[in-house]
Each structure stands twice: as structure tokens, then as C-alpha cells.
């Protein structure tokens, strides 16, 4: 399918045409995954208590200074927020997938301090994926990158995964602009991304198509969890959401709790993760007052110091803890 026709502005009669013909494309193209798709429908229901978890970073005065905050929300808006601060070596390659790996680190050590508090079942609402394929270490990361992803796996992140399957806490990924072609591929439109064919089919509130797989060979190497996707229209916005597999089962009471909470609005995401991404936004003055913050407790020589740490970017994926130890050795 192309994406644009050329019209000619001279002969405003063919160009009529030439639009008529290619709505009629669109209409029979949307017929034909219309007949390939299951679409389903179901009502509000609140039979979980929520949670919204988002993270965010900033930079101190352009520098490689960076604070980096996570919230966690839940559904009468008692939040918790984790702060984590760094310095970076802006010019390496992997400093901005480190930055958002840590990130990552930061959100669920959040989640999973939450997870281990609660006992009742719960369902976490994250914002993006929960499946990290997006953050596996390639051949041009570090090897404090590697090392620090594989920490992340076996400190946090799979110890988490089998806390929620063993309190029955559900674990939803959730992604508002997706690139994604897990459904067009399930169902032979290989050309097109799901965005195309979640506007295309699900049309009003409710509606959803049921769990389909996820293909993540570069996660799975890591982790070996599986995960499902299923595609949701909450009040005229269509969303992707992520299971792991194990939870499967859990995708309708999911779906009915989405629809119970953004009933609270009058947009599609319910208020709860609009106040998750509230609270874990960093803003730069944000990232100046914590880097003035920090200065305020060293010697006059040692804030010369590591201001010309950060004006230089001469370290790479230091915590500021181990940073601040250098500089009082």
C-alpha cells in the first residue's frame, strides 16, 4: 500500500478521482482485515485494585549530571517515587541506552518494592514495554552496560515477574504510539504497522482484539519468559498492551479494569497514569537543584571538581555515590 498518491493540480477532476479510488482501496482493505480479526467487545468492570508506574530523566545544566525518577501511583493517589542521580560520558555511544536502562532499573526496583508491600491482587499498570527485548545488550554496548543489565535481570527483574504470578498481580505493559507489526504479521498484512489496523478496526469504546504472541528472540536469549500483546479502543484511543504469557488468562479482567478507570476521564488513559507520569517527570531545573543540592555538601574544592566533571563529560555510567568517593579520596 502506498503511502501518498500524487495529485495533479491542474486537472481537479482526476484528482477527485484519483481520491475517490483510493478511499474505495482503503474501504475493501479494511473489510478484508476486518474478516481476518476477531474483534470483541466488553463493559467496565473494577474487580482490582491499580497501579500506575512511569519513569523520567533529566539533564543538569547540558551537562552528563542526570537525575533519574520513577512513581508509582495507585488508584486514591498515594504515590512513591524513587530518585537515582549519575553522571555520564554524553559522547559514548551506549550513554543514551544507558540512560534508558537505568531508567528501566529505576522504574521497577519501584515496582517491585510496591509489589513486595501489597497482598491483595493488583494489577500495575507500566508505562512501555515490559518485555526489555529494546534494552538487550548488543555488540556495540559496554561492558559496564552488559554487566548492568544482567544485574538488572537477576536483582530485579525476574524476581519481580515470579512475585506477581505467585501473588496474582498482573503486570501490564502499555504503549501509546506503537511501531509495532506483531498483529499485521498474525494476520498476513506484513506491510503494514498494528497502529494502521487497530484505527482502522476499533472503532469505539470497549472494543479489543484478543492476545496474540510476541516474537522477542533477542529478550527471550535473556530471560526466557514469554509474552502476549492485545489491542484495546479506550474512549475513541486504541492502545497496545503486554502480558507475560503466564498471564495470559488475566487479559479480560485487564481490559475490563482499563475501561472502569478511564470512565474517570474524559480522554482515553485513566487518571491515575496521567498522575504517574506527573510525579516521576523530571524537569532541568529539576536536575539543577539536585546538582546544586549535591554541590552544597562538598568542600569548595571538590565542587570545582566535579563541576569540571560535568562541563568535561569525563565519566562514563558512574553513580554519583561512587563519584563523589573519588573525589574525597
Not at 515496582?111 to 497482598?119: E, G, H, L, S
Not at 475513541?236 to 488468562?249: A, H, S, T, V
Not at 482499563?258 to 523530571?282: C, Q
Not at 532541568?284 to 560535568?310: C, G, P, Q, T
Request: with cysteine; glycine share 2%.
Amino acid at each position: 500500500m502506498n503511502s501518498y498518491i500524487e495529485l495533479n493540480a491542474s486537472n481537479p477532476k482526476l484528482a477527485t478521482l484519483k481520491i475517490n479510488k483510493e478511499f474505495q482501496n482503503q474501504d475493501l482493505l479494511v473489510a478484508k482485515i476486518k474478516n481476518n480479526i476477531n474483534v470483541r467487545k466488553l463493559e467496565p468492570k473494577c474487580s482490582r485494585k491499580l497501579f500506575a508506574a512511569d519513569s523520567g530523566f533529566n539533564n543538569a545544566y547540558e551537562s552528563s549530571f542526570t537525575v533519574i525518577k520513577s512513581a508509582v501511583v495507585d488508584d486514591e493517589i498515594n504515590v512513591e517515587t524513587l530518585k537515582s542521580i549519575y553522571l555520564f560520558h554524553a559522547n559514548n555511544y551506549s550513554s543514551d541506552r544507558l540512560k534508558r536502562l537505568l531508567m528501566q532499573v529505576n522504574l521497577y526496583q519501584s515496582i517491585a518494592k510496591k509489589v513486595k508491600q501489597i497482598a491483595e491482587k493488583s494489577l500495575f499498570l507500566v508505562d512501555g514495554t515490559i518485555t526489555l527485548s529494546v534494552f538487550s545488550p548488543t555488540s556495540k554496548d559496554t561492558k559496564e552496560y552488559k554487566n548492568l543489565f544482567e544485574r538488572f535481570l537477576e536483582e530485579t527483574y525476574k524476581s519481580l515477574i515470579r512475585d506477581c504470578v505467585d501473588k496474582d498481580i498482573i503486570l501490564l505493559g502499555f504503549l501509546k504510539r506503537t511501531g509495532s507489526t506483531f498483529l499485521s504479521r498474525n494476520i498476513n498484512f506484513k506491510d503494514l504497522y498494528d497502529m494502521y489496523i487497530m484505527n482502522a478496526v476499533l472503532t469505539s469504546s470497549g472494543e479489543y482484539i484478543p492476545p496474540i504472541p510476541i516474537s522477542n528472540s533477542s529478550s527471550s536469549r535473556f530471560i526466557n519468559l514469554d509474552y502476549v500483546t492485545f489491542f484495546l479502543n479506550l474512549k475513541d484511543w486504541n492502545y497496545r498492551f503486554e502480558l507475560i504469557k503466564d498471564q495470559k488468562n488475566k487479559y479480560v479482567e485487564c481490559i475490563e479494569n482499563l475501561l472502569f478507570w478511564a470512565t474517570k476521564t474524559h480522554y482515553g488513559m485513566n487518571p491515575i497514569f496521567s498522575k504517574a507520569d506527573e510525579y516521576s517527570r523530571v524537569t532541568r531545573r529539576d536536575a539543577e537543584i539536585m546538582f546544586n543540592l549535591v554541590l552544597s555538601d562538598l568542600s569548595e574544592d571538590n565542587k570545582a571538581k566535579l563541576r569540571l566533571i560535568a562541563k568535561k563529560k569525563t565519566h562514563f555510567g558512574y553513580g554519583l555515590n561512587n563519584t563523589l568517593k573519588s573525589l574525597t579520596r
